[in-house]
Protein backbone atom coordinates (compact mmCIF):
# COMPACT_ATOMS: atom_id res chain seq x y z
CA UNK A 1 0.00 0.00 0.00
CA UNK A 2 2.86 2.74 0.72
CA UNK A 3 4.74 1.84 -2.37
CA UNK A 4 1.66 3.02 -4.31
CA UNK A 5 1.42 5.80 -2.38
CA UNK A 6 5.01 6.55 -3.08
CA UNK A 7 4.76 5.70 -7.07
CA UNK A 8 1.53 7.97 -7.70
CA UNK A 9 2.25 11.34 -8.95
CA UNK A 10 2.17 14.40 -6.10
CA UNK A 11 -0.50 16.27 -8.11
CA UNK A 12 -3.01 13.30 -8.46
CA UNK A 13 -1.60 12.19 -4.46
CA UNK A 14 -3.20 15.44 -3.17
CA UNK A 15 -6.44 15.94 -5.51
CA UNK A 16 -7.19 12.08 -3.96
CA UNK A 17 -6.77 13.12 -0.36
CA UNK A 18 -8.90 16.78 -1.29
CA UNK A 19 -11.72 14.35 -2.67
CA UNK A 20 -11.75 12.05 0.12
CA UNK A 21 -11.51 14.91 2.72
CA UNK A 22 -15.01 16.11 1.08
CA UNK A 23 -16.67 13.02 0.92
CA UNK A 24 -15.61 13.08 4.97
CA UNK A 25 -16.90 16.43 5.53
CA UNK A 26 -20.56 15.50 3.57
CA UNK A 27 -20.84 12.24 5.04
CA UNK A 28 -20.40 13.48 8.57
CA UNK A 29 -22.69 16.54 7.76
CA UNK A 30 -25.07 13.92 6.20
CA UNK A 31 -25.06 12.46 9.53
CA UNK A 32 -25.39 15.49 11.37
CA UNK A 33 -28.30 16.78 10.02
CA UNK A 34 -30.03 13.66 10.07
CA UNK A 35 -29.58 13.34 14.23
CA UNK A 36 -30.67 17.11 14.40
CA UNK A 37 -33.87 16.21 12.09
CA UNK A 38 -34.71 13.10 14.37
CA UNK A 39 -34.47 15.01 18.06
CA UNK A 40 -36.64 17.58 16.82
CA UNK A 41 -38.98 14.94 15.21
CA UNK A 42 -38.76 13.25 19.17
CA UNK A 43 -39.83 16.35 20.57
CA UNK A 44 -42.49 17.30 18.38
CA UNK A 45 -44.13 13.36 18.77
CA UNK A 46 -43.56 13.93 22.62
CA UNK A 47 -45.46 17.14 22.71
CA UNK A 48 -48.14 15.32 20.31
CA UNK A 49 -48.53 12.54 23.04
CA UNK A 50 -48.53 14.69 25.30
CA UNK A 51 -51.57 16.75 24.00
CA UNK A 52 -53.15 13.44 23.52
CA UNK A 53 -53.05 12.52 26.96
CA UNK A 54 -53.75 15.83 28.48
CA UNK A 55 -57.53 15.06 26.98
CA UNK A 56 -57.38 11.85 29.10
CA UNK A 57 -57.33 11.76 32.93
CA UNK A 58 -58.89 8.92 33.47
CA UNK A 59 -55.82 7.41 31.98
CA UNK A 60 -53.09 8.84 34.99
CA UNK A 61 -52.80 6.21 37.54
CA UNK A 62 -53.60 6.66 41.01
CA UNK A 63 -51.75 6.88 44.01
CA UNK A 64 -52.58 4.31 46.79
CA UNK A 65 -53.25 5.66 49.89
CA UNK A 66 -51.54 3.41 51.93
CA UNK A 67 -47.80 4.57 50.91
CA UNK A 68 -49.13 7.75 52.33
CA UNK A 69 -50.19 6.83 55.47
CA UNK A 70 -47.21 5.20 56.02
CA UNK A 71 -44.76 8.21 54.69
CA UNK A 72 -46.47 10.17 57.85
CA UNK A 73 -45.54 7.87 60.43
CA UNK A 74 -43.45 9.58 62.62
CA UNK A 75 -39.94 7.55 62.67
CA UNK A 76 -38.34 7.58 66.76
CA UNK A 77 -35.05 9.00 67.00
CA UNK A 78 -31.99 7.17 66.34
CA UNK A 79 -28.94 7.54 68.89
CA UNK A 80 -25.60 7.70 66.91
CA UNK A 81 -24.00 4.85 69.12
CA UNK A 82 -26.66 2.23 68.40
CA UNK A 83 -25.50 0.44 65.55
CA UNK A 84 -28.20 -2.15 66.09
CA UNK A 85 -31.12 0.53 65.47
CA UNK A 86 -29.52 1.86 62.61
CA UNK A 87 -29.60 -1.26 60.45
CA UNK A 88 -33.07 -1.96 61.73
CA UNK A 89 -34.14 1.67 59.95
CA UNK A 90 -32.43 1.10 57.26
CA UNK A 91 -33.72 -2.45 56.45
CA UNK A 92 -37.03 -1.05 57.25
CA UNK A 93 -36.63 1.94 54.66
CA UNK A 94 -35.44 -0.44 52.14
CA UNK A 95 -38.61 -2.92 52.76
CA UNK A 96 -41.14 0.10 52.73
CA UNK A 97 -39.77 1.30 49.22
CA UNK A 98 -39.74 -1.98 47.79
CA UNK A 99 -43.18 -2.41 48.43
Do not use: C, E, W
Amino acid sequence: MLTLLTNMPKDVLIAQLKDGLVLMVLGMGTVFVFLVILIYASKLMSKIVRGFDKNHPASAPVAAAAPKAAVQQKAAPIQTGDDAAVAAAIAAAYDRSRN
